[in-house]
């Protein structure tokens, strides 16, 4: 009975902290540390990728028009022309004037520069859009309540017993809102990824920057 | 449990086999690409994921299956296709893997509980004339006349859960596909061993 008691104040006690954390009664700092960007420097070089010891692999493209330079280095996601595939970009073999892509872990893919009509690069600004892991909303306590009922249903189906069911309510109830908050949160990723976040390049409108 | 200990381990076994057997090459250029068994492609401008099973070189076909959901079944189809016929085949080339691990168990009640609606209807309604017949007061599943219905539905629910469960959830999303064109200019090449 004392177990019982104490688990039924823990979850009030519980049930309220997240109750003021998420009314706003108690505020944690939200602000995070954001680094300073020297906007006196010139922005008509733009990097994609990661930076390595020799630029020998890297594609350098310059705009015919306004001469803007972009700077396409290893592991820079891209995508190439309609295709809804996101590759990671390895290497630029000026020989062949090809590019070499990767997908996953084995598939490489080479591509002609001279047939590619559009290349999409990921731009790294992150957006400020953060996802919490557990809010409350329509979606949180309806997974809430119907990972509660499974869990109850799995409590009560083995024999009744007040702690085991309880305990298979609260793992049902935590595990229904993560999973549908996962879910969400995956697709909110897949928006951002694909909508506004890509630098699209007519290369039609760029050429092949070589050192001399 | 131990019916359920032993549809875990079938569906595992079941699972494997849709891997890492027949296979075909194509090739264009440097580039090569290995289609294996159990992955998914999509055949000309059809929407449908379908699971790449097989290739024969002799009647120059390709075999596949398509196993699609249904709320109260799942349709499993093998369809065979002349590679005459295709003008490209699309390959998914993102990680379906991790949402099938993700995705596998709650996926199982998403099969299981639609039938098991209706097998409590029909055991309902089969109890209620063995009440009758046998003049007892309670349905009890487990004894009985009503075990020999029981049992084998019930197996066959969680059966039928278990190995849908898995090749459902990898066709989840999306998907990245990469085209694969096999005729035309831009045509990938069948590569012969």
């Known amino acids: ?212 | 449990m131990r019916i359920i200990i032993s549809l875990i381990v079938f569906n595992v076994l079941y699972a494997n086999t849709l891997e890492n057997k027949n296979i075909v090459k194509v090739s264009r250029g440097n580039n090569h690409v290995v289609i294996q068994k159990g992955q998914q492609i999509k055949i000309n401008n059809d929407k449908r994921k379908l699971f790449f099973q097989g290739y024969n070189p002799v009647s120059n076909t390709i075999t596949v299956k398509d196993i699609s959901y249904k709320v109260f079944y799942t349709k499993r189809k093998k369809l065979e296709y002349n590679l005459n016929e295709i003008d490209k085949i699309q390959l998914r080339v993102d990680d379906t893997f991790k949402q099938a691990i993700l995705l596998w168990y709650p996926n199982v009640f998403v099969h299981v509980m639609p039938q098991a609606l209706v097998a409590g209807i029909i055991i309902g309604i089969a109890g209620g004339i063995n009440m009758v017949i046998t003049g007892e007061k309670d349905i009890d599943p487990s004894k009985g006349a009503l075990s020999f219905i029981f049992s084998p539905m019930m197996i066959y629910i969680m059966g039928n859960g278990f190995i849908n469960s898995w090749p459902t959830a990898k066709k989840y999303g999306k998907g990245q596909w990469l085209p694969i064109p096999l005729q035309g200019s831009n045509a990938w090449e069948i590569e012969h061993e």
């Not at chain 1, 104490?6 to 108690?26: K, N, P, Q, Y």
């Not at chain 1, 803007?68 to 022309?81: K, R, S």
């Not at chain 1, 009922?149 to 109830?173: D, H, K, P, Q, R």
């Open chain 1, 1 to 212: 009975m004392n177990n019982q008691k104490t688990l039924l104040i823990s979850l009030l006690v519980t049930a309220l902290a997240i109750g003021l954390v998420e009314t706003d009664v108690i505020q944690f700092n939200t602000q995070g540390i954001h680094a300073q960007i020297d906007k006196t420097k010139s922005a008509s070089i733009k990097f994609f990728g990661t930076p390595t010891q020799t630029s020998f692999n890297n594609l350098v493209l310059k705009n015919n028009i306004d001469g803007e330079v972009i700077v396409v280095q290893p592991d820079a996601l891209i995508m190439i022309d309609n295709q809804d595939i996101k590759f990671q970009f390895k290497a630029y073999n000026p020989n062949e004037n090809t590019i070499i892509v990767k997908k996953g872990t084995n598939l490489q893919l080479e591509y002609k520069l001279s047939e590619i009509d559009i290349l999409k690069l990921y731009t790294v600004e992150k957006s400020n859009h953060t996802t919490r892991l557990i809010t409350i909303a329509p979606q949180n306590i309806f997974g809430g309540i119907a990972g509660g009922l499974i869990g109850w249903n799995v409590g009560i189906g083995a024999e009744f017993n007040f702690e085991e069911t309880m305990g298979s309510c609260m793992l049902g109830m935590l595990a229904g809102p993560l999973v549908l908050k996962g879910l969400k949160s995956a697709q909110n990723y897949a928006q951002v990824q694909s909508s506004d976040s890509w630098k699209e390049i007519h290369l039609d409108q760029w050429s092949v920057w070589s050192k001399e």
